[in-house]
């Protein structure tokens, strides 16, 4: 397969202007913010369209939105993973968002921009039979403070077991998790440059100290080759197991934080500078695919929360 570079370097420029006037200043994920762009019909349009690429199209998006603000790209792809399996299902139910769960026994974190409708009709949650169907999902009564993907506002829903749900893919779950990792990891990474770059010690830009050239370099070096595992897995050409490569980029995130965080000093560990929330959004976005891991390998551990009406 082969994607029609322009027209999505086009798409992404939209995207990501977008994205720097708007996104980065909103304190929490508010779909409303994004009605007039490509964003809330991309996986429809794509799926009009019959792009053969478009799994590889919704990756670069996330990774773009998620490089402006991770909380923005988990959601995103939160719903694009929905929309990708309920498409395979035939399915036309709006407003559908993925989001992992707490425990093996119905406990799963929902966006908080479905909650947003009203209260939830369904949960679809991937088990080692296939997708199924949760009913009555309810808020429950008391949420824990979260720091890591503060904006996403991840609350906690438990539902009773249901039937499976047949035709249902979970496929692009944990390639559009993954492209919400690298995109964190390319924020990592330019905010490490740019402070060893600007920070001078000894009459000398930090940059130029051969042990830190070495540590924001191989950090780099990890995150370019986990998001080249992901991208394979999204053009349908994987070399390594879609779990293992999940697992690789959550990792390499993490360590880029830490790394991060290393280079800059104190400095990393205040809230001034963007690294020490980058750095609680790593391992959220960790936490999320370990959970991604468990339930593709187990079951019960990813969920399919839609709202308005069901299936």
Request: charged share 20%.
């Amino acid at each position: 397969m082969s994607i029609d570079r322009r027209e999505l370097d086009d798409l992404l420029a939209v995207v990501v202007d977008f994205a720097d006037k708007v996104l980065v200043d909103a304190a929490e994920v508010d779909l409303t913010l994004v009605a007039s762009t490509p964003l809330p019909t991309l996986v429809t349009d794509l799926t009009e369209a019959e792009v053969p690429d478009a799994l590889a199209w919704t990756f670069e998006v996330v990774e773009a939105v998620a490089a402006r603000d991770a909380s923005w790209g988990f959601v995103l792809a939160s719903r694009y993973a929905a929309e990708f399996a309920l498409a395979s299902a035939a399915d036309t139910s709006p407003g559908c968002y993925l989001a992992s769960s707490q425990s093996t026994e119905g406990g799963v974190l929902v966006p908080a921009a479905p909650l947003a409708a009203g209260p939830l009709d369904a949960l679809l949650v991937v088990t080692e039979e296939g997708i199924r169907r949760l009913e009555g999902p309810t808020p429950d009564a008391e949420q824990p403070h979260r720091t890591g993907l503060a904006g996403a506002r991840l609350t906690a829903v438990t539902a009773r077991s249901g039937a499976v749900v047949e035709g249902a893919a979970a496929a692009a779950w944990p390639v559009l998790l993954g492209a919400a990792v690298s995109g964190l990891g390319n924020a990592l990474s330019r905010e490490s440059v740019r402070y060893t770059e600007q920070r001078e010690q000894f009459g000398a830009p930090i940059a130029s100290f051969p042990g830190l050239r070495a540590l924001v370099g191989s950090a780099y070096a990890d995150l370019r080759r986990a998001r080249a595992h992901l991208y394979a897995q999204a053009l349908g050409a994987p070399a390594t197991p879609v779990a293992d490569t999940l697992a690789l980029a959550a990792d390499a995130v993490v360590n880029s934080a830490i790394d991060a965080v290393q280079s800059m000093g104190g400095y990393g560990y205040i809230d001034e500078f963007p690294v020490a929330g980058m750095f609680r959004d790593a391992i959220s976005l960790r936490a999320r695919a370990s959970t991604a891991l468990s339930g593709w390998r187990s079951g019960a551990e990813l969920a399919y929360a839609l709202e308005g009406q069901g299936t």
